[in-house]
């Protein structure tokens, strides 16, 4: 059963035109993260709510915009999408319980602009 | 600022072959995962250690962490094709929620 789920897993968008990346997750965990990707690099972390809070990293672009509407659900929003912005975009999740709280990936959306 | 530095960055190997891949961290902390990826996919988590001395091991990798030295390694016996991916340590530091800080990778190549 998935349980981190990213929509599309596949993303074609015109460079400046608004594009929004989905995630969903079933495990009723309150942490959700948005990482960014490059080719050939390291996961980097852009932001993530806990709970209702939102938490930006210090060198996220503006162009970066994240909503999270209920615990299910978060979206990343590329407000105008450069082509330094391809990548993939992971959804991760977690439950801060105690002292040990693991992060679950979600299987990513490949976002290409053109 | 936590840097978290893997070594090799490319390794190449025989299969039946064994091989470790390092990851140094530069601030305390006391958790670790290690994380596979394949080429186009999302991260597969390996191993997760939570103390110092911790050792996990699955199949032919076997995972450690020594938190005084600030160095993890990832150990491969008698490599298989089927491990050819890129592998990914990732530091743990809390803020509020845990947050990971990814190593380079290390992408590894078994030939037949």
């Known amino acids: 059963d998935a349980m981190v789920i990213q929509n599309p897993r596949y993303q074609v968008t015109q460079f400046g035109k608004p594009v929004t990346l989905s995630c969903s997750q079933t495990l009723n965990h309150n942490v959700m993260y948005w990482y960014q990707q490059k080719s050939s690099q390291a996961p980097k972390l852009l932001f993530h709510y806990y709970d209702k809070d939102f938490n930006n990293e210090a060198d996220t672009p503006d162009n970066f915009q994240s909503r999270r509407p209920n615990t299910s659900f978060c979206f990343l929003d590329i407000r105008s999408p450069g082509l330094g912005d391809a990548a993939m975009y992971l959804c991760a999740t977690s439950r801060v319980l105690g002292a040990f709280h693991e992060q679950y990936f979600g299987p990513g959306t490949r976002l290409t602009v053109t | ?112």
């Open chain 2, 1 to 112: 600022e936590l840097k978290v530095e893997q070594n090799p960055l490319f390794l190449s190997m025989q299969e039946g072959k064994n091989y470790t891949i390092y990851c140094n961290y530069s601030t305390t902390s006391d958790r670790l995962y290690w994380y596979r990826q394949d080429p186009g996919k999302s991260l597969e988590s390996l191993f997760v250690l939570l103390s110092n001395g911790a050792v996990k091991q699955e199949g032919r990798l076997m995972a450690s962490l020594d938190t005084k030295a600030r160095l993890s390694t990832l150990h491969i016996t008698a490599a298989v094709h089927d491990l050819s991916a890129t592998y990914f340590c990732a530091v743990v530091i809390i803020q509020g929620a845990q947050k990971l800080v990814f190593g380079q990778g290390t992408r590894l190549t078994i030939n037949p």
